[in-house]
């Protein structure tokens, strides 16, 4: 399930929408972001989580609401062990080999030991606010090595355009939840890799307001690669 068009986040619509609670009534794994893009969403076991820009992870408050966020009850359709990758190009060219169907949305679940992690997220925005490509010229980023957790990723193919990220798109979450964010760059081996192919679509459009002003023409796809599939430079 979707709620909102990541092509309407880039466009700056980072207010509103529907409140946390709705989100997991349609889902209990996924991605998104929080009202005025303040942190990174991880949806893991049913419960959401808010990677903050200082840092810090906290349960989010389910009375908050998204501007964007995409979420499955994930049920397993395959699984691989001892799955590694030496970074994250690598994790997605093997996924595109080994995933079943090259045309359907999956949700993919990895935990396992991280030799390596570089997370990002963004601090809250204020008016007037400014597109996404401009917004995360001023992510905070951090490096961690030898890291246990999650990583959580949705695979969405070509046809799905501007309502979410064409490729992957991960989250991280360490098993002590006190580490997460957007994730630019990993390393692991050893990892279980679950995935879960989704068959149907449900998209939520935006309220009326800043979305009526939208004008799909202004947002190119190179800005939402750079900025929802960015990687670190070294890849």
Not at 117 to 132: D, I
Not at 141 to 159: E, F, I
Not at 177 to 183: A, E, L
Request: aromatic share 8%; charged share 25%.
């Amino acid at each position: 399930m979707r709620f909102s068009l990541v092509a309407a986040l880039a466009s700056g619509d980072y207010v509103g929408g529907p409140p946390l609670r709705e989100v997991l009534a349609g889902g209990d794994f996924g991605i998104g972001t929080f009202s005025r893009l303040d942190g990174e969403m991880i949806v893991l076991e049913g419960k959401v989580y808010q990677a903050l820009a200082d840092g810090t992870i906290r349960a989010a408050d389910l009375d908050g609401t998204t501007p964007f966020a995409a979420v499955t009850f994930f049920d397993e359709d395959g699984r691989i062990d001892n799955f590694a990758a030496a970074t994250l190009d690598d994790l997605d060219s093997q996924l595109d080999r080994k995933l079943p169907r090259r045309n359907a949305p999956y949700a993919i679940r990895i935990d396992g030991d991280f030799a390596e992690l570089t997370l990002r997220s963004v601090p809250a925005q204020s008016p007037p606010y400014q597109p996404l490509v401009n917004v995360v010229k001023h992510q905070v980023t951090w490096q961690h090595h030898k890291v246990r957790g999650t990583l959580v990723g949705l695979r969405c193919p070509p046809w799905i355009g501007t309502l979410n990220v064409a490729g992957y798109h991960w989250h991280f979450l360490n098993d002590e939840k006190t580490i997460g964010g957007h994730v630019l760059a990993c390393e692991f081996e050893g990892g279980l890799l679950r995935f879960d192919e989704c068959t149907s679509l449900v998209i939520h459009l935006p309220e009326p307001g800043e979305f009526d002003k939208y004008d799909a023409g202004t947002i190119k796809k190179e800005d939402i690669d750079q900025v929802e599939r960015q990687r670190r430079p070294t890849e």
